[in-house]
């Protein structure tokens, strides 16, 4: 799975409309947050810096919800944007998550484990496997 790195909202523009998990990289308005949602009609989520994500309006937070998008916190570890655009969530991210869940931990242990294995956020990996149980529902 691969997260869209988004450095600046100069950015937002370029966006194709296929990107599903954005990571927003600056401090975003509500102006930004909208022009991301109308350039990229298929996100499923955006994630955003902790720091970053206090600031966003009340009024946000209802649009995206309404519109289906999760808003995740959280920071993308080590990537560096001017090698490539997009973090990618390696398959084995999700092999270990079937792994721990089969040895029947539940799901706040399972999001422990794997955040201090992978440094990814525990928003993005509760949204991972929610994701990960929706395919599988539909297939």
């Given at each position: 799975?691969?997260?869209?790195?988004?450095?600046?909202?100069?950015?937002?523009?370029?966006?194709?409309?296929?990107?599903?998990?954005?990571?927003?990289?600056?401090?975003?308005?509500?102006?930004?947050?909208?022009?991301?949602?109308?350039?990229?009609?298929?996100?499923?989520?955006?994630?955003i810096p902790s720091s970053y994500i206090r600031t966003i309006s009340n009024s946000t937070k209802m649009f995206l919800d309404?519109?289906?998008?999760?808003?995740?916190?959280?920071?993308?570890?080590?990537?560096?944007?001017?090698?490539?655009?997009?973090?990618?969530?390696?398959?084995?991210?999700?092999?270990?998550?079937?792994?721990?869940?089969?040895?029947?931990?539940?799901?706040?242990?399972?999001?422990?484990?794997?955040?201090?294995?992978?440094?990814?956020?525990?928003?993005?990996?509760?949204?991972?496997?929610?994701?990960?149980?929706?395919?599988?529902?539909?297939?």
């Open positions: 799975m691969r997260i869209r790195v988004v450095s600046s909202k100069e950015e937002i523009n370029s966006l194709g409309s296929g990107e599903k998990i954005i990571h927003l990289a600056f401090r975003p308005s509500n102006k930004d947050i909208f022009a991301l949602v109308q350039a990229c009609p298929n996100v499923k989520a955006i994630h309404m519109q289906g998008i999760s808003l995740l916190e959280g920071d993308v570890w080590g990537h560096r944007k001017d090698i490539n655009e997009y973090s990618e969530i390696k398959p084995e991210v999700f092999d270990r998550m079937q792994e721990l869940k089969g040895e029947g931990l539940s799901e706040s242990s399972v999001l422990d484990r794997l955040g201090r294995e992978t440094r990814l956020s525990k928003d993005l990996l509760k949204f991972l496997i929610k994701e990960k149980e929706k395919t599988k529902r539909t297939k």
